[in-house]
């Protein structure tokens, strides 16, 4: 159990913040932390890495890594960090840098074989694709088989394939290892298929935190065949007018009349919905 | 025609260099790593050197290194050891005169890594001391060697301060520089010359072989 208790004082793009979050977190769990940018996310990974300060407790299977104004180093916390620009050692291969963090070759080999990067143990991370840099920093978070594994936006960087790809090679990985995952994520998709809670922030506080499909699932329970898009523009065609809603990366023309022309604006979240009782896939 | 005088200065060179390069080592270190407000005065205070007129460093430290300064009679006193005039003395003041061309350049390596890279390392277990030397300093090769060969060739070059602290005793501070400076004055143009073309090169040569070495490392590593 991992019991997160804390507060910080952050000085963002739009002046102070204060990061307040409280949180219980079982063993074997893995959650996603959502919310935009500037919320928070980062700030909190770091904390629990121990990499930034704060203020409260974090208690971590009964022992204290923050606790009456003492923080345990990094060094002495187990955890397992993957930075969104992989962070990789340089100066050594592939195999060296998951070595140099633990002397467990067995270890290695297999995290190696799950990521299929056995071939290229040899490499320098130089000469590797984004895709398996971030593979080989996902591994080298396991080496010290960490209490909690810390993913900060690990995937952003990559194309919507390798995405793809990675979140298996993770789901996989967690399967095996149970290790307790916490994943900074704004994509939903990636959120549902590897998370099994969402903790959503925003201005520092938690908006909302409970299972993933509850959260994530807009029109649960609703016959409403909803979707949320942004308005892009509002165009007037003879007596009609016409909103094009861009929904993901799909663009909609939607038909207004006068009234509902004027009170939108352009750049609005707006919600497209229809009543559709079955709606179907092809 | 005797070499004593190169022999000499590169002896002096290496010695500056091999010193402060443990000197400023942990110096730029903790100057990249360190959030306090002391750090702007240590920053000036390491670059003085650089705009300090030679022979007012030179006046201070023969000052503080001659019997008048509490720090010279204490190495007169009880180690027994002369400062002024002397090449122990030379040494000392090379390391003032050579210090923030050993320092910035550290530093700047130092600032430029990664700051993910050696939080990767301590979230590892490892502590400062092996995240310096096993990711830090090998991730940085051409800022140190830039570090190591400027501090060296500076060294080599230094005029005004050597001849303040040191004077021209053959054998113990007669350095090239003041070699050429001896000859020109009793108008031996010709050795003059030899002396003058051979720092040229030695200076064109090491400057040369830090850049090829730092291209071909951007070659390499995409540094």
Same mark, same amino acid.
């Given at each position: 159990m991992i019991n997160i208790n804390i507060t910080k004082e952050l000085h963002g793009a739009d002046g102070v913040m204060q990061l307040?979050?409280?949180?219980e977190i079982q063993e074997g769990e893995f959650v996603a932390l959502s919310g935009k940018s500037g919320s928070g996310k980062t700030t909190l990974l770091r904390i629990l890495a121990g990499l930034e300060e704060a203020q409260g407790d974090i208690i971590v299977s009964k022992k204290e890594w923050l606790h009456a104004g003492k923080a345990l180093p990094p060094q002495q916390r187990e955890i397992g960090f993957v930075f969104q620009e992989y962070a990789l050692f340089d100066n050594m291969t592939i195999e060296e840098n998951l070595l140099f963090v633990a002397k467990d070759r067995e270890?290695?080999?297999?995290?190696? *074989?799950?990521?299929? %990067?056995? &071939?290229?143990?040899?490499?320098y991370p130089h000469a590797l694709s984004g895709g398996q840099k971030q593979r080989v920093s996902i591994c080298r978070a396991l080496m010290k088989r960490p209490k909690i594994l810390l993913l900060d936006e690990p995937l952003s960087a990559l194309d919507v394939t390798m995405r793809t790809k990675l979140q298996? *090679?993770?789901?996989? %990985?967690? &399967?095996?290892?149970?290790?307790?995952?916490?994943?900074?994520?704004h994509d939903p998709s990636e959120i549902y298929r590897l998370a099994s809670r969402v903790i959503e922030l925003e201005n520092g506080t938690i908006i909302n935190n409970g299972k993933t499909k509850d959260i994530l699932l807009k029109t649960k329970g609703s016959q409403k065949f909803s979707f949320e898009g942004e308005l892009l523009e509002i165009k007037r065609v003879d007596v009609i007018f016409i909103a094009i809603v861009a929904i993901g990366q799909q663009l909609v023309e939607v038909v207004l009349s006068k009234k509902e022309a004027e009170k939108f604006k352009v750049g609005q979240r707006v919600t497209l919905s229809t009543k559709a009782f079955s709606p179907t896939l092809s | 025609m005797s070499f004593e005088p190169f022999i000499l200065s590169l002896k002096l060179a290496s010695l500056t260099a091999l010193i402060l390069f443990c000197i400023a080592l942990p110096l730029a270190w903790y100057l990249s790593q360190t959030h306090s407000r002391a750090k702007p005065f240590i920053e000036a205070l390491t670059a003085l050197p650089i705009v300090l007129p030679p022979s007012v460093l030179g006046f201070y430290i023969l000052w503080a290194?001659?019997?008048?300064?509490?720090?010279?009679?204490?190495?007169?006193?009880?180690?027994?050891?002369?400062?002024?005039?002397?090449?122990?003395?030379?040494?000392?003041?090379s390391c003032f005169y050579s210090l923030p061309f050993m320092v910035q350049p550290l530093q700047n390596g130092f600032e430029s890594l990664n700051k993910n890279m050696l939080e990767a390392s301590y979230i590892a277990g490892k502590s400062k001391f092996t995240t310096l030397f096993r990711v830090a300093l090998p991730n940085m090769k051409p800022a140190l060697l830039t570090a190591i060969i400027i501090t060296f060739a500076h060294t080599v070059g230094e005029f005004g301060v050597v001849l303040m602290v040191g004077g021209s005793i053959p054998g113990e501070t007669k350095v090239a520089s003041v070699a050429i400076y001896e000859m020109v004055e009793i108008m031996d143009y010709k050795a003059a010359h030899i002396y003058s073309a051979i720092m040229?090169?030695?200076?064109?040569?090491?400057?040369?072989?830090?850049?090829?070495?730092?291209?071909?490392q951007t070659r390499r590593f995409g540094l």
């Open positions: 307040a979050f409280h949180a270890l290695a080999e297999k995290l190696l *074989e799950m990521t299929e %990067l056995t &071939k290229m143990k040899r490499r298996q *090679e993770l789901l996989q %990985l967690h &399967k095996e290892f149970k290790t307790t995952t916490i994943m900074v994520s | 290194l001659s019997y008048n300064s509490p720090i010279g009679a204490f190495f007169e006193n009880t180690l027994g050891v002369k400062l002024v005039f002397s090449f122990t003395g030379l040494v000392v003041a040229l090169g030695i200076s064109f040569l090491v400057l040369l072989s830090v850049y090829l070495f730092n291209a071909r």
